[in-house]
């Protein structure tokens, strides 16, 4: 419990204080409002415009939960493939590799094209940068399953097919949860670039919005709603690794990962 307390405490207790000091330092260290507005200038937009900032919050949270699905399912797909398939890993990880060290700003304009402006192009705006941390995470928990338990599993006749079920995916989900960590939190920035370009909606178009018209503090709520709607989802992948362990009965591997 003491252990608990103190994960949450210092982590609470370092932002209320970061706070504190912003506040501080706006309201006694003469900062333009513009350059930087107090917490309490955000808390009022917050406080007064809920419901715009609400509305605008769920085009943007349909199209992370779409890119982030999308993204793990390609990349799960993806892994499998590369893993079991030298002819695969090698006619597509390359590439896949190529692909990934595109600026995606730069590509953004090309799904525009392609598309159309609109939802289309900015769920694959945050497909395209949030798969590649579940296709690595994936294969290296796929390939990573310990030698003996697999020629244990071969030694009593069992399938490729079966090992695969029994052991490799099941040693390569803490893997895959990693991966799924890092890649919803992708995927919230490839929204974030695809409504900057493209929307006319959404948290993006928001923030777009209010930073030509000067509005910092209105930017700056945007985000923190942004910052909600990424805890939450964080959350809720931590919740699914959490009912897969106890799905497994607590036994799956956990070092190496986050």
């Excluded at 079966?162 to 890649?183: D, E, N, S, T, W």
């Excluded at 974030?192 to 709520?221: D, K, P, R, W």
């Excluded at 709607?229 to 190496?256: D, M």
Aim: proline letters at 5%; aromatic letters at 10%.
């Amino acid at each position: 419990m003491a252990h608990v307390g103190r994960a949450v405490g210092l982590p609470v207790a370092f932002a209320i204080f970061c706070v504190i000091a912003w506040e501080a330092l706006c309201r006694f260290g003469h900062v333009s409002s513009e350059l930087l507005p107090a917490p309490s200038a955000v808390w009022n937009v917050l406080a007064g415009n809920p419901g715009i900032l609400m509305e605008q919050a769920v085009p943007t949270t349909i199209e992370v939960a779409v890119s982030f699905a999308v993204a793990c399912a390609v990349g799960v797909l993806l892994a499998i493939g590369i893993t079991f398939s030298a002819a695969i890993r090698e006619a597509i990880y390359p590439n896949i590799v190529m692909f990934q060290v595109i600026p995606k700003i730069a590509l953004a304009p090309l799904f525009i094209v392609w598309l159309g402006v609109g939802g289309k192009s900015i769920v694959t705006v945050g497909v395209f940068i949030a798969f590649f941390p579940m296709v690595v995470s994936t294969a290296t928990g796929l390939v990573g399953a310990k030698p003996d338990v697999l020629q244990l599993c071969r030694s009593l006749t069992a399938s490729e097919w079966q090992c695969f079920v029994l052991v490799r995916f099941p040693y390569a989900m803490p893997h895959i949860f990693a991966g799924m960590k890092v890649g919803v939190t992708m995927a919230m920035i490839g929204v974030i670039v695809g409504e900057f370009i493209t929307a006319q909606a959404g948290l993006g178009y928001i923030i777009m919005f209010a930073s030509s018209a000067g509005e910092t503090a209105t930017v700056l709520a945007a985000i923190v709603v942004l910052c909600g709607i990424g805890l939450v989802l964080y959350g809720l992948v931590a919740l699914g690794e959490l009912a897969v362990r106890r799905w497994y009965g607590g036994e799956l591997p956990t070092s190496g990962v986050i």
